[in-house]
């Protein structure tokens, strides 16, 4: 099975605008990203993004950017673009184009529980902290993206049931906190 991960990526989020660029380290925060997504079992990586600037800088270090449209509400409908433009994948991870430190091995588990339940796409949650129930990190939060969890199908490994931006059913692997 063929594995495709996209990484939506945009410049104007209204929280942080060109933070997709934000170049702390030597390097801008997207190639962090893809760097480690490079470390997984994926077949191919694409970064979707509806900016030029993000499209360029991608390029330069090597990697793979598509041009999306500049009307998606969410990254989720980024991806969905994406894989209607490439197909052949039989597995579709979104990594979140501001996860530098995300676990090449998180995403290899993705990839698995999709080989095995097959669902159309997957990305990552975790739960919020149990003392945390106000403030900055917590569900009220409105910068905090939440998910509504369905059907276990594997240890750690629910259905989505629902996005408060999008209504799409995917998989999605929990990670320890």
Same mark, same amino acid.
């Given at each position: 099975?063929?594995?495709l991960?996209?990484?939506?990526?945009?410049?104007?989020?209204?929280? *942080?605008?060109?933070?997709?660029?934000?170049?702390?380290?030597?390097?801008?925060? +997207?190639?962090?990203?893809?760097? @480690?997504?490079?470390?997984?079992?994926?077949?191919?990586?694409?970064?979707?993004?509806?900016? @030029?600037? +993000?499209?360029?800088?991608?390029?330069? *270090?090597?990697?793979?950017?598509?041009?999306?449209?500049?009307?998606?509400?969410?990254?989720?409908?980024?991806?969905?673009?994406?894989?209607?433009?490439?197909?052949?994948?039989?597995?579709?991870?979104?990594?979140?184009?501001?996860?530098?430190?995300?676990?090449p091995?998180?995403?290899?588990?993705?990839?698995?529980?999709?080989?095995?339940?097959?669902?159309?796409?997957?990305?990552?949650?975790? #739960? *919020?902290?149990?003392? #945390?129930?106000?403030?900055?990190?917590?569900?009220?939060?409105?910068?905090?993206?939440?998910?509504?969890?369905?059907?276990?199908?594997?240890?750690?490994?629910?259905?989505?049931?629902?996005?408060?931006?999008?209504?799409?059913?995917?998989?999605?692997?929990?990670?320890a906190?």
């Amino acid at each position: 099975m063929k594995t495709l991960v996209v990484i939506p990526a945009r410049f104007e989020a209204a929280r *942080f605008p060109g933070k997709p660029l934000k170049n702390e380290t030597g390097w801008p925060l +997207i190639r962090h990203v893809y760097e @480690q997504v490079l470390k997984s079992e994926a077949d191919k990586i694409i970064v979707a993004t509806d900016d @030029q600037r +993000i499209m360029a800088v991608v390029e330069q *270090f090597g990697g793979e950017a598509m041009m999306t449209k500049d009307t998606h509400k969410s990254g989720t409908d980024r991806v969905a673009e994406v894989v209607s433009k490439v197909p052949g994948f039989d597995v579709i991870v979104n990594v979140q184009g501001d996860e530098p430190e995300i676990e090449p091995a998180a995403i290899n588990t993705l990839i698995q529980l999709q080989r095995e339940h097959q669902p159309f796409m997957s990305t990552l949650c975790c #739960k *919020f902290p149990a003392d #945390k129930t106000a403030g900055q990190g917590s569900p009220l939060d409105p910068t905090c993206n939440k998910v509504v969890m369905g059907q276990e199908i594997a240890k750690n490994a629910r259905y989505a049931i629902y996005f408060p931006e999008v209504l799409f059913l995917i998989l999605v692997a929990l990670r320890a906190l």
